[in-house]
């Protein structure tokens, strides 16, 4: 699905990268997804009311849905998207 192909670009760039992540289960733990849908910021949410995953967290902090993530990976900005010191030569 393309729900699957987003996720797998997601967790591809993060384990290429070395940058420690945690996947979190929404599809088979209720807790998890209620836990999402409460902390992505309402305008993030689309108008239905349920994002969708990927959704890019560092800890609490929110970071965005996967088309934030990819505008940030193009534009070499994805360490300051995902809240993290870049290592020494990038942004």
């Known amino acids: 699905t393309q729900i699957k192909k ?6 591809g760039f993060l384990e290429a990268n070395k940058i420690d992540f945690q ?10 997804r209620k836990w999402m849908r409460e902390n992505v910021p ?5 108008q239905n ?4 995953p990927p959704q890019i967290f560092n800890e609490e902090r929110y970071c965005g849905d996967f088309e934030s993530f990819f505008s940030a990976k193009e534009e070499n900005i994805i360490y300051s998207f ?5 290592p020494p030569g990038t942004k």
């Open 49 to 52: 009311g349920i994002p969708l």
């Open 42 to 46: 309402g305008e993030k949410k689309p």
């Open 82 to 86: 995902l809240g993290l010191a870049p």
């Open 23 to 32: 996947q979190m289960d929404i599809a088979g733990d209720e807790d998890n």
């Open 6 to 11: 987003k996720q797998q670009e997601v967790l």
